[in-house]
């Protein structure tokens, strides 16, 4: 989202984007996980990537993600879903 919105953006800012460009947001923001502030219903899908304050742990986890990706490629399977991805 760094080529439309600041990269040090407000959750607000960003999930309002994500929204405008009808797209599903990937996130390294633990707080999108909060599904009473953010109810997956709500958006097209909130993917939040769960290092918790590890970013060495991204090399273990974006196979995970990647794998995923690949067998559930259609838009829609992730409208209104959260998943939070973990190692």
Same mark, same amino acid.
């Given at each position: 989202? $760094?080529?439309?919105?600041?990269? /040090?953006?407000?959750? !607000?800012?960003?999930?309002? #984007?994500?929204?405008?460009? %009808? !797209?599903?947001?990937?996130?390294?923001?633990?707080?999108?996980?909060?599904?009473? =502030?953010?109810?997956? +219903? +709500?958006?097209?899908?909130?993917?939040?990537?769960?290092? @918790? %304050?590890?970013?060495?742990?991204?090399?273990?986890?974006?196979? @995970?993600? =990647? /794998?995923?990706? +690949?067998?559930?490629?259609?838009?829609?399977?992730? @409208? $209104? #879903?959260?998943?939070?991805?973990?190692?």
């Amino acid at each position: 989202m $760094g080529d439309y919105i600041p990269i /040090e953006s407000p959750d !607000t800012i960003v999930i309002a #984007k994500a929204q405008e460009l %009808n !797209t599903i947001l990937v996130s390294l923001n633990g707080e999108f996980a909060d599904i009473v =502030t953010y109810p997956p +219903s +709500s958006y097209q899908g909130i993917i939040s990537l769960q290092l @918790r %304050n590890h970013p060495e742990i991204i090399p273990q986890l974006m196979p @995970r993600l =990647t /794998e995923y990706l +690949s067998l559930h490629d259609s838009e829609e399977h992730y @409208r $209104g #879903k959260l998943l939070l991805v973990e190692v």
